[in-house]
C-alpha cells in the first residue's frame, strides 16, 4: 500500500474533470423514453404497464406526457407499444429548468402534433425535454 | 443507599444504529454491553419495509419484474433473474442457451461488482480509506461493463420472463473481458493487502469467529456460511448455465472477519473465471422465448446463490394476469441470527466490523 501511495503522486487523477471531459454513452446505456408521436395512437398500454406511473395518457384531449423524474428507464412501455412508436434513446434526459417546473414533465399533444396519415409517413423527429 | 455508595455495575445497553457511519442501510442493535465486551445483541429491521411483495398483485406478472429488481440496488439482476426463473418454473418454459449463458455472465458480474464494494465498505469500517478508494476505482470499470451489456450500471434492466432482454454481441462481450484485465489484477493485489497488511489483519483476524456448528446451525448462508468452513453454494445446482461451468467454491475455516473477507476476495477471481468460461463458448441463437398468456393454477420456488448467499423466490398464482403471492427469503434475513453469534463476545470497537463482514443488504431483507 506504501508503493501505492508514493505512485499516486505520479499518476493522473482516476476521476474525469466533468462536466469538461463527459464519458460518452453506451449503445447500450438506457438513457430516456423516446416517442414518435405522430405514429401514436394514444392506446395507454405504456400507461397501463409502467410500473412507475409515469406515464399519462388522455385519448380525449390527444395528450402524451411522461414524467422523467418518475420514469424509471425500465422499458416495459417499448415492449407494450403495439405500433413501436416509442423508443429507448441512450442519452439521458438534461437537467430539469427548475425556472420552468413542468419541464419535468414531457409533452406531446394531438393539437401541435397531428397524427400521421395513412399509410404511416417517415417518423418525423419530435424535439423532446 | 448513600450517594456516597456506587451500585455494582450492571449491563449497559448501547444503542448501536439504525444511523451509523458504517452502516450503509438503516439496522438497529441495541447492544446489552458488560464492561467493553458485547454479552448480547438485540437486533431491529423494519425502517426500509416497502411492501414490495404486496405490489405482485397489483402489477401484471410480466411486468413486475422491473419491480423485483428494484428490491436491492446491488443484487438487482439476481432479483428480477429470480422471479423470472419462479415463473418460468410456474409457466414450465425453458429459456434458450443463450439466455442462460447471458443471464450466468451478468450474475457473475453482479457478484464481482458486489464483492468489490463489499471490500471497500468493509476496509471503510476499519477506516483504511485507501484501500476504501482503491477497491471501488476497480469497480468502476465492472459497472461499466454492466453498462455496455446490459444497458444500467446498477439496475441491469435486462431480465425477461422467458429470457434475457439485451443481446450484446460475442464482440463487445469480447472486449468486456479485454476491459476488465486489469480489474483482475488489480483483484489480486488487493487480496494481498487483506492478507498482509498489518492494520487488517489486527482488525479482521480472530474477530467476530462464528463456529461450523454454529454456522450451520443458526442457518447462516453465503459467504457467511463458507467462512466457517461449510462447502454449500446454491450454484452447484445448475440454474442458468452453472452446470456447463466449471469453478471452485471458494471456503475458509477459521470463520471470523478476515475468513470472510478472504472468501468474498477469493470469489472474485473465481467468478472472473466463469465469466472467461461463459465468453468463451457462448452459443448463437435467440435469448428469449416469447410469453404469452395467463400463468397456471400453482405455485413454485427457486433457489439461487447471490453474493451474499442463499436467496429463496416463492410465486403462487391464481389463473390471473395478478399473481397471488410473491415471497423472498433474502441471504442478510438468513444471516441475522449468525450475526447476532458473531457479535456476542466481541468487544464494542468491533462491532462495525463484525456487522460489515456479513456483508448486511438491509433493503433486500425488508424489501
Redo the contacts between chains.
Sequence with gaps: MARTAFRNFFTKPATRRYPFVVRPVFEATRGRILNDFPKCILCSMCAKHCPANAIVVDKAAGLWRIDRFACVICGACIRACPVKCLAMSNERAKGIDFSDIPGRTHEHNRATEPAAPKPAAPAAGTPNA | MSAHEKAAPGPTVIPFGPQHPVLPEPLHFDLVLQDEKVIDAIPQIGYIHRGLELLVDK??YL??V??A??ICGICSFMHGMGYCEAVETLLGITVPDRGRWLRTFWCELERVHSHLLWLGLGADSLGFE??F??AW?AR?TVV?VA??????RV?F?SALVGGV??D?SDETLKRCIAAMKPVRAETLRLAN?VMN?STVRHRFEGVGVLSKEMAYALGAVGPMLRASGVDYDVRRRGYAAYAEVDFETVTETAGDCMARALVRVREIEQSFHIMDQIVATMPSGPVAVPVKGMPPVGEAWVRLEQPRGEVLYYVRSNGTRNLERFRVRTPTFANVPAMVEAVRGASLADVPNIILTIDPCISCTER
Aim: glycine share 10%.
Design positions: 402489477r401484471d411486468d413486475y422491473h419491480v429488481e428494484r485507501n484501500l478508494m482503491a476505482r468502476e461499466d453498462e455496455e451489456t446490459a444497458g444500467g439496475i434492466g432482454s439485451k450484446p493487502v497488511e
